[in-house]
């Protein structure tokens, strides 16, 4: 687990040195980090026992993203349940039936308003919990879903993903519940953000720009991107021009936790080299529907500080339909 890293990180981002990222991951995050202190950072990620400690002391939802059955099983006490699908509260069906695309941002509201989020004031904060797989989809599902938030306009220092997901919580040994909370509806309602959102005609203007520090990172896995394995979504092997690859699948450990930031820095200077920072250039990320492209969003913008990302939803599905891609 990285899990005094998920409390430290926020504040890392962009302020230490790397040094000191490395110096916090390797401290063991247990009961007795857990300082009324702590409970003041609320990073990206967060560690099971944070969650578990601070979520008495805060204006705090936490939504369980794992399936309906995997809910009635057994899930963290309070928590709600908001399955993450491709058709769901989260995702619709878009034009030309692509895949998994922005629903309707007065249907978040909804959903959000249904369990007590409110907005602005007092500003909920929420807490994702995901399940953990190979594929590593159920880990992708927090990241995408804090992603569907920020277009929903809830502010991205609001939003944290569980550490590890629901089995990081029950490695820890703290308490399960088959309980299903009653909820206090409030009221969540923002004005729809699509800055980060790029159509296939951006794109398009847009590949083979190098030279100009913009680079098109493609999260979907190495066979993939290199045309030996076809996805179903897509209809041409291949990857989008130009594109380099930086599979999702590496952004977390075996059990689901997430990465330091100076490996996943080391990913990404491991694809694009210094051809892009933080001050120069910018990324497009994209995969196959937009579940791993939300991923590398979410460690770029919130884990690593970069502000110069923007997501390609339509991705290879879209793609794929109008234009060649690379072999
Ligand atoms: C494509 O990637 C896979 C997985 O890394 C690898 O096994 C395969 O040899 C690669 N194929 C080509 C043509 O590079």
């Given at each position: 687990m ?61 939504i ?22 491709p ?6 069906m878009?034009?030309g ?18 369990i ?34 920020k ?13 590890g ?12 519940t ?10 969540y ?17 847009n590949?083979n ?5 913009i ?15 076809l ?40 694809a ?13 990320v ?36 109008h234009?060649d891609?690379?072999?």
């Amino acid at each position: 687990m990285i899990g005094s890293l998920a409390i430290v990180a926020p504040a890392l981002a962009g302020l230490l040195p790397a040094a000191a990222a490395v110096a916090a991951s390797a401290q063991t995050v247990s009961e007795r980090n857990i300082t009324p202190l702590a409970c003041l950072f609320f990073g990206p990620t967060v560690s099971p026992w944070w969650l578990s400690k601070c979520k008495a002391h805060l204006d705090l939802v936490v939504i369980d993203l794992r399936s309906a059955a995997e809910y009635a099983e057994s899930h963290i006490p309070g928590s709600f349940s908001l399955p993450f699908e491709p058709v769901s509260a989260w995702s619709q069906m878009g034009p030309g039936d692509l895949l998994l695309e922005m629903p309707p941002s007065a249907d978040v509201f909804a959903s959000l308003s249904a369990i007590g989020v409110s907005n602005p004031d007092p500003a909920t904060k929420i807490v994702l919990v995901n399940g953990v797989g190979v594929p590593a989809f159920p880990q992708a599902a927090s990241p995408r879903v804090a992603t569907t938030l920020k277009y929903a306009g809830i502010s991205e220092g609001r939003v944290s993903v569980l550490d590890g997901g629901f089995p990081g919580w029950t490695s820890e040994n703290l308490p399960t519940t088959t309980v299903v909370p009653t909820p206090v509806p409030r009221t969540y309602t923002a004005t729809e953000d699509r800055s980060f959102l790029v159509n296939i005609d951006y794109v398009a203007a847009n590949i083979n720009k190098k030279n100009q520090g913009i680079y098109l990172i493609d999260g979907r896995d190495e066979a993939v991107y290199n045309g030996s394995v076809l996805e179903d979504w897509a209809l041409k092997a291949g990857h989008i021009p130009s594109a380099v690859s930086l599979p999702a699948k590496h952004i977390w450990n075996a059990d689901g936790s997430w990465k330091s930031p100076l490996e996943l820095l080391a990913q990404l200077r491991g694809a694009v080299g210094y051809g892009v920072s933080r001050s120069y250039g910018k990324i497009i990320v994209y995969c196959g529907v937009g579940g791993y492209a939300s991923s590398w969003y979410f460690v770029l913008t919130r884990i690593l500080g970069f502000d110069n990302v923007v997501m390609y939803d339509g991705s290879a599905q879209e793609w794929s339909r109008h234009y060649d891609m690379e072999l």
